[in-house]
C-alpha cells in the first residue's frame, strides 16, 4: 500500500504530490517549514511545533484557509494511515508545507507528507558521532529575517555544506554568526559541555529556537546540568570536554572532530550517552536500539 499526504484539505497519494512551478513557495523559496518525528507512533511534541508553525506564518503575514487545529488533526491523522505501513518497531518523519501559493490565488498552500526515519544514517551518527566543517557562509543576520522564522530558504546552509565536503567529504557545515561565534550546524543545533556540569548553547537570538534544543535544556537539568545561553567562539569548542548536535530526527548525538581536529572525549559515560538515555526515558522509546535494530 502507498503511503498518503496532504495538499490543501485533501489526502492523496503520496506519488501525486506536487507543487505549482507558479506557487510563491518555489519562485521565492518562500515556504515556511516544520519537521516532526514519531515515537511508536505519536507525533512528539506537536503543539510546540504548531505554535512555532504559527509565529512562523505571523512573520511572513501568511494566513492559510486550514486552522491551525485543522492542520493538527490532518496531521494525526497522515501519520496514523502511514505508521501502520511500517516495519514493526519503526516511526516516521513529518514534515509541514506552508506557502502563499500562486500569485493569482487567493488561498495559501498547506502540504504535509511522511517519510520513514533514516535509520542507518541514525545508527552510524550514534555509533561514531559526525564531523564537522567551520564554513565561510555564516548564519542570516536578523535584518534579513528573524532567527525564529523556520523557513525552507537554505541556500546558505547548501553552500556551507558543498563546502565543508569539499574540505572533508563526510563532514557537514558549521556555520558563525555574524561576529564569528557558534551559530548552528546545518539543520541542527550545536552545544558544548564544560567542565562543572556546564552545557551551553549559542545565544537564542543567534539560532533558530530547536524544538530539540528546548527538550535537551529540560533533560540536561534533570540529570543535574547546569544550561546557559552563551557565546561559543571555535576556539572553547574545539577545547569542550564535548561536542554535541540536537535536531528532530536523531534527538541528540555527539560530534568527534571539528576542522579534522578530534574534539570532546571517547569515554563511554559522555554527556551525550546521558541525554540519550534521559531521552529514552522522556518518550519510551529506547532510541539506540531502535537505531541499531532497523538501521
Given at each position: ?20 512551478v ?11 517549514t ?9 507525533l512528539?511534541?506537536?503543539d ?23 492542520i ?9 494511515k502511514?505508521?501502520?505501513?511500517l516495519?514493526s ?5 513529518l ?48 535584518n ?12 546558505h ?21 555574524q ?18 556540569d ?8 543567534q ?23 552563551e557565546?561559543?567562539?571555535i576556539?572553547?569548542?574545539?577545547k ?6 540536537c ?13 579534522g ?28 536500539a ?6
Amino acid at each position: 500500500m502507498e503511503q498518503v499526504a496532504y495538499y490543501n484539505s485533501e489526502f492523496i497519494n503520496h506519488s501525486k504530490l506536487s507543487i505549482d512551478v507558479k506557487d510563491l513557495g518555489f519562485i521565492m523559496g518562500t515556504t515556511v517549514t516544520e519537521r516532526l518525528r514519531t515515537f511508536a507512533g505519536k507525533l512528539f511534541e506537536l503543539d510546540a511545533h504548531l505554535q512555532r508553525l504559527q509565529e512562523s506564518l505571523d512573520i511572513v503575514n501568511l494566513s492559510p484557509r486550514q486552522s491551525l487545529q485543522t492542520i493538527k488533526d490532518a496531521a494525526v491523522s497522515l501519520v496514523a494511515k502511514n505508521h501502520a505501513l511500517l516495519r514493526s518497531q519503526s516511526d516516521l518523519g513529518l514534515t509541514i508545507l506552508v506557502t502563499p501559493g500562486t500569485s493569482t490565488a487567493t488561498d495559501c498552500t498547506v502540504i504535509m507528507y511522511t517519510n520513514e526515519l533514516p535509520f542507518s544514517q541514525i545508527k552510524q551518527w550514534y555509533r561514531e558521532g559526525v564531523a564537522l566543517q567551520v564554513s565561510d557562509h555564516r548564519q542570516i543576520p536578523a535584518n534579513c529575517w528573524p532567527s525564529k522564522l523556520k523557513c525552507r530558504s537554505r541556500m546558505h546552509y547548501y553552500l556551507a555544506d558543498q563546502q565543508a565536503r569539499e574540505k572533508q567529504a563526510d563532514a557537514r557545515a558549521l556555520l558563525l554568526d555574524q561576529n564569528g561565534n557558534v551559530a548552528e550546524a546545518s539543520t541542527a543545533n550545536v552545544l558544548i559541555y564544560e567542565q562543572d556540569d556546564r552545557l551551553i548553547s549559542p545565544k537564542p537570538e543567534q539560532i533558530l529556537p530547536g524544538i530539540s534544543l528546548s527538550v535537551v535544556e529540560i533533560l540536561a537539568k534533570q540529570i543535574g546540568l547546569q544550561f546557559s545561553w552563551e557565546d561559543i567562539s571555535i576556539e572553547r569548542l574545539l577545547k569542550a570536554n564535548e561536542v554535541l548536535l540536537c535536531s528532530t530526527s536523531p534527538c541528540v548525538w555527539t560530534v568527534r572532530h571539528c576542522n579534522g581536529s578530534s574534539v570532546g572525549t571517547s569515554s563511554q559515560q559522555t554527556v551525550t550517552g546521558k541525554l540519550q538515555q534521559a531521552w529514552c526515558s522522556h518518550v519510551g522509546v529506547d532510541l539506540v536500539a531502535q537505531a541499531n535494530l532497523l538501521g
